[in-house]
């Protein structure tokens, strides 16, 4: 599949955040979580600092494209002396609750014991409530779904170490209150064999609830002999029992294919945290980073989006 044949499109003015946009010398900027907070777009970008830490910063824009406001200090950034913590905080995605009446931060923190998932809360960016570690390591690419299923909180993510040490896949566990979760249960692996999503997945930004499914967009990774590759694909779940997989595309939706996504600290990397529907255009705008060093915006149409994961195989 080609570029100009894949579903998403990038958008002109990529990539739309990098260092050079931050108040403080950094190395790079990526993989942010997104949400909208009272019409603004907030980006909840990973910030690596030259230190080599990294941390979580915020950046508002009125259009979610430019004019992008970068919080002077870090939402969340390691406290000193917690051990769990101390190599920073990564990936984040989040999600409006309406039970609780905030947005549920996940996150990866990074310490000694290997990347562990990490939980917080906010209203509005501005301030942040740590739930902690709730998942011990080695685990990440978390996010949690909007509203219980079955009584319980449900949050996705990849454990990597004995359950699932080779070819890592997709799983979720469960919760009465979001602090002790349920054994992993798998949803969905990688490929086997020479697929673009053979060597590992995980979820991209957090689920959205469509009334056919879950819609769930992923990264997936192959291994090649000059290293990997980061690919973004689709797949639908069942509403009432998310471990079900409806329907799995066989491409892959977007692609390093522009010199941003190709070259930079991770090369051929895209890796989708954030996504906002704008249900009066009805356009998706997937926020993701480029090559593990920027920033990058590409729009589909919802409808399209949809129409083509209904159109996949049942795997």
Known sequence: MTAQSELFHRHPANPILTAADWPTAVNVVFNPAAVVVGGETVLLARVETRSGISRLDVARSENGVDGWIVEPEPLLAPIPGNEEEQWGFEDARAVWVEELGRHVISCTSYGPGGPAVFLATTE???????????????????????????????????????????????????????????????VMQARQGAWWDSLRIGIGPPLLKTEHGWLLIYHGVKETVSGAIYRVGLALLDLEEPTRVLRRTTDWVLSPSEPYERSGDVPNALFPCGVVHDESSGELRLYYGGADTSICLATASFDDVLAAVLAAPTP
């Open 124 to 186: 509005d960016f501005s301030t942040v409530e740590r739930i902690g570690i709730v998942v011990a390591p080695e685990d990440k690419n978390a996010a949690l779904l909007p509203e219980r299923v079955g009584g319980k909180w449900i949050l996705f993510h990849r454990p990597t170490s004995g359950f699932a040490a080779t070819h890592a896949g997709i799983s979720l566990s469960r919760s009465a209150d979001l602090r002790s979760w349920s054994t992993p249960e798998v």
